[in-house]
């Protein structure tokens, strides 16, 4: 389609004819083709009788032309002879182009509609009508002047060309022959339709009455609903996730409510929201509902003691809602069994492999070749559940009503590991972590490993409102608080002065990846039998000493600040008010973080990335040091070849011996050998 | 209104707010236009607000101004040059205080310090210029050079919403003039006037995601964490706003 000829210029597209236009249908696509029949008249106008049927073009001019009755004689020789007609306006382009001249003619208005895209595409200098003065080439005052100029195109640095510019007119028309998803319409259609008309009608002031005749030509479209194979089925995204989330909102009726003695484990979230947006922070008040009603979902399915809305963090394709909960014990002893079910999958992967290496020692005793000596640092045993670093449980789900995952426990290891490195969240949990050092685990645990950071990190309360169970644990470093009934909280003023306001309730990991320091060589003692071995490990763990961290409830003003900036910076959430301000606790260490106390409440939240804010760029766990090689020593050098002087002299010793032993028969040998 | 549903993670302060929806009308007589919310640098202290005068000419130089309360607003000058290339060997956390002098003796001997309103103006130049980004056919180039904003513009369709190719870059192309004729011939020299994003470097550097079951597409620069742009497709909502420590994340390779 558009497909010039060979000799024809952009400037000559004006002229385009009939003769050019029916060469062209062939070519065009099947859509195209059937343009010049959709391109008639509306039937329904007062001054064309409906045409009976698909008729000949021919036929179709010849009957309207001898029922109009105002037919000018330039029409009707148009009619004798288009052709001629055709020739004359190609040899005088734009000269003699009356109105008149336009007819009810469809392929004319195809001509039309071809014509009116030409100045809009700047594509060639458009002619100016004499006598007319209403279009045509721009004058240097006129505010379209200049837009063929080439400086004002993005293709300023290439050569005008022909090609390039028909391929821009391809493209332009097939823009205009895009049909409308809601119509079935398109402009192309549309625009020779509302020329056709205006010319069949010509009403006065038409540049006037355009919209009205635009609006006339589209009501009047006739358009047959067409049978589809298929059937018109669209499910939106829209409507999946409406679907979802409508479900948060149905109250189940056979629900019996059960008398729950003690606190509600549901957390008010929309109060807590309400703090946080006094700080600045927290969700969209829909979204908190959501959340809301997503977690008494999760609390009505789950056995749960203590559930609260741990906050967000951000993913590259979906975010994780993160709920941090206590479970019945019920529940703790399931969640046990699993750990006992993972820990014996654990073990029987140990024993295959110790079997191998039984099998291994096996083979070494037929003079195998030696096997390797290498063995893995011990694996340090995770904390119990409800313990330490899984103190908590957490459910993460991606979107407020979809199901809640529960998070499996962490271990140290993967508390190691996720120090050193730094990667985005995916938003799938069963992502693979590709990092190095390699992760153990997937991005379950990856996201298991950071909260168990982040909270150690950043949850804090003001002082005094939780105290230890009993003096005995604080000595043992148990992570048992109790809340100070006594507690009477700061005013505001002092929460924002200093730190020293605030304190930890969540224990610091430490370099080991557990709270509470477990010497990795006695657990391991029982697994190895061979006292050597034993022997030397003691001698190491001698050397190890304890790793220790500052106890529960420290202040964070003993936080090590992060190079010159300090570890928390307080806020307070209104100057204007202090009637009803209230403290905002803001970590500098892990950005997105933060804290509100307000009287007797206080909350934590975390929304963000879930990456610890490092002044230096990140920089990779270096690889792990070569192994030295064996020392070179008497096991590995070999001795100088004897010399035959050497030999000599070892034979002439050994003649020696045996002559004093047997003078004849060592004097026979070494004739014998001679 | 929208920008901040979306970016509700970090929401100026509840008083803020109202704060300034107050006191931006009142940059009319300076920025001779309609001033808009262009985000927040978080310092150690006292976080930086920034506003920005539109013009009808939108790729022209816009007036910036930032203020620490949200009712004083101070104007920025334009960012030279000189002040680009040392910002760019600045690291680390704004401290909150326009007049803290970061030392640079190690790095330029001529001017061995550099304040933090230079910085500032800098970085807000950088993050513009680097992840300031809108849909495709949101503007258009007018035939005298201008960029003017698409009145007929009618929202990205939800397949197209889902592309990196239907957002640009709202700065001088680069790349454009690098493609060959037969790429640029698809493209539509009103609109197409502009970089996409689906060139970036490195590949992945945006994250694209659509919330609310598809009602609203939120991309999230990885590049300048704390940059987000929202459309809401089929409509002609869209806009960006930087919420953020202004530290370019130079670790994002390591990330992905």
């Known amino acids: 389609r558009g497909v010039p000829g060979p000799g024809r210029t952009p400037g000559s597209l004006r002229a385009l004819t009939p003769g050019c236009a029916a060469g062209r249908a062939g070519a065009w696509p099947p859509a195209v083709r059937i343009q010049p029949l959709r391109c008639s008249p509306p039937s329904g106008t007062p001054h064309q009788p409906p045409p009976a049927g698909p008729a000949p073009w021919d036929s179709q001019q010849i009957r309207r032309g001898s029922e109009q009755p105002h037919q000018d004689p330039q029409q009707a020789q148009d009619q004798r002879e288009s052709a001629g007609q055709t020739r004359v306006r190609g040899q005088a382009p734009g000269q003699s182009q009356s109105p008149a001249q336009h007819l009810g003619h469809p392929r004319r208005a195809a001509q039309a509609a071809e014509q009116l895209q030409v100045p809009q595409l700047n594509l060639s200098p458009p002619v100016r009508h004499r006598g007319q003065g209403t279009h045509g080439p721009y004058q240097p005052h006129e505010p379209g002047y200049g837009l063929d100029q080439p400086e004002f195109s993005p293709y300023e640095d290439e050569i005008p060309d022909p090609k390039a510019r028909m391929l821009a007119i391809q493209n332009a028309k097939a823009y205009l022959l895009k049909t409308s998803t809601k119509s079935g319409l398109n402009l192309y259609d549309h625009l020779a339709r509302v020329i056709t008309k205006i010319l069949d009608e010509q009403p006065e002031n038409t540049a006037d009455i355009i919209e009205n005749i635009s609006k006339d030509v589209k009501w009047a479209q006739f358009r047959k609903k067409m049978d589809t194979l298929r059937d018109e089925h669209l499910i939106l995204p829209t409507y999946e996730a409406a679907e979802k989330c409508k479900a948060l909102f149905v109250k189940d009726s056979g629900e019996e409510e059960e008398e729950i003695v003690g606190p509600p484990p549901l957390p008010n979230v929309m109060e807590t929201a309400f703090y946080f947006e006094q700080a600045g922070i927290g969700l969209n008040k829909d979204e908190s509902y959501c959340i809301f009603l997503s977690l008494k979902n999760l609390v009505n399915v789950q056995p749960i003691l203590t559930c609260r809305f741990w906050g967000k963090i951000l993913g590259l394709e979906m975010n994780y809602i993160i709920a941090e909960t206590q479970v019945r014990e019920v529940e703790d002893q399931e969640g046990g069994e699993t750990g006992h079910e993972r820990e014996e999958i654990y073990e029987e992967g140990e ?176 697994a190895e039998e061979e006292e050597e071995e034993e022997e030397e490990k ?73 990456h610890k804010y490092s002044p230096e760029n990140h920089s990779p766990a270096l690889p792990p040091p070569a192994q030295a090689e064996y020392p070179i020593g008497s096991e590995i050098t070999e001795t100088v070849d004897p010399t035959v002087e050497e030999e000599m002299a070892f034979k002439a010793a050994q003649e020696e011996a045996l002559a004093g032993d047997d003078e004849e028969e060592g004097e026979e040998d070494e004739g014998d050998d001679e | 209104g929208d920008a901040e549903a979306m970016e509700a993670l970090s929401l100026p302060r509840a008083g803020r707010r109202a704060a300034l929806s107050a006191s931006l009308p009142l940059l009319q007589p300076t920025t001779a236009s309609s001033g808009s919310v262009w985000g927040c640098i978080q310092g150690v202290r006292g976080a930086y607000y920034i506003a920005e005068g539109l013009g009808p000419d939108r790729a022209a130089a816009r007036s910036r101004l930032y203020s620490l309360n949200c009712l004083d607003w101070s104007l920025l000058t334009p960012a030279t040059k000189e002040m680009l290339a040392l910002a760019e060997q600045l690291q680390g956390r704004f401290q909150g205080d326009p007049s803290f002098e970061y030392d640079l003796a190690e790095v330029n001997a001529e001017a061995p310090v550099m304040k933090e309103e230079a910085r500032l103006i800098a970085t807000i130049e950088q993050i513009d210029k680097e992840v300031g980004i809108v ?31 239907s957002y ?67 409509t002609k909502q869209f806009g960006y706003v930087y919420f953020g420590t202004g530290e370019k994340n130079l670790d994002l390779p390591f990330m992905l």
Not at chain 1, 417 to 437: E, H, N, Q, W, Y
Not at chain 1, 545 to 570: F, M, N, R, V, Y
């Open chain 1, 351 to 526: 024993r295959e492999m110790d079997e191998g290496e039984e099998e291994g020692e096996e083979k070494e005793k037929r003079d195998e070749p030696p096997k390797s000596t290498y063995k893995p640092p011990p694996e340090i045993p995770r904390e119990e559940n409800g313990a330490g670093t899984n103190k908590y449980v957490y459910f993460v789900c991606n979107e407020p009503g979809k199901p809640w995952v529960k998070l499996p426990p962490v271990t140290p290891a993967q508390i190691v590991c996720a120090r050193k490195i730094k990667k985005f969240f995916t938003g799938r949990l069963d992502a693979p972590v590709v990092s190095f050092p390699p992760f153990p685990g997937n991005e379950a645990n990856y996201l298991r490993a950071q909260i168990a950071r982040i909270s150690a990190g950043t949850h804090v309360s003001p002082t005094g409102f939780y105290q230890f169970a009993n003096e005995d644990e604080e000595e043992e470093e148990g992570d048992a608080y109790e809340e100070n009934p006594d507690f009477e909280p700061p005013p505001v003023a002092e929460m924002l002065e200093s730190l020293a306001a605030w304190a930890h309730h969540v224990k610091i990991i430490l370099k080991q990846g557990r709270c509470v320091w477990i010497n990795p060589q006695k657990s391991d003692e029982n």
């Open chain 2, 135 to 165: 849909p495709r056919g949101a503007f258009v180039k007018t035939p005298l050079g201008s960029v003017h904003e698409n009145r007929h513009f009618e929202g990205l369709s939800l397949a197209e919403a889902k592309k990196l190719s």
């Open chain 1, 538 to 610: 003691d001698e190491e763990g001698e050397g190890q000493q304890e790793e220790t961290g500052p106890p529960l409830l420290t202040l964070i003003s003993e936080d090590a600040g992060i190079k010159s900036i300090p570890a928390w910076t307080a806020q307070a959430s209104t100057n204007l008010i202090p009637e009803y301000c209230i403290a905002i606790l803001q970590s500098n260490r892990w950005p997105g973080a933060y804290a509100f106390a307000s009287g007797r409440k206080f909350d934590n939240i975390y929304f963000g990335w879930g």
């Open chain 2, 168 to 234: 640009f870059h709202f700065t001088k192309p680069v790349n454009l003039k690098n493609k060959t004729l037969l790429e640029k011939a698809d493209l539509d020299p009103s609109i197409d006037f502009l970089d996409s994003l689906e060139h970036d470097i490195p590949r992945g550097s945006w994250s694209i995601q659509l919330e609310k079951g598809g009602t609203v597409v939120v991309l999230r620069s990885l590049l300048w964490l704390g940059l987000t742009f929202y459309h809401v497709p089929m």
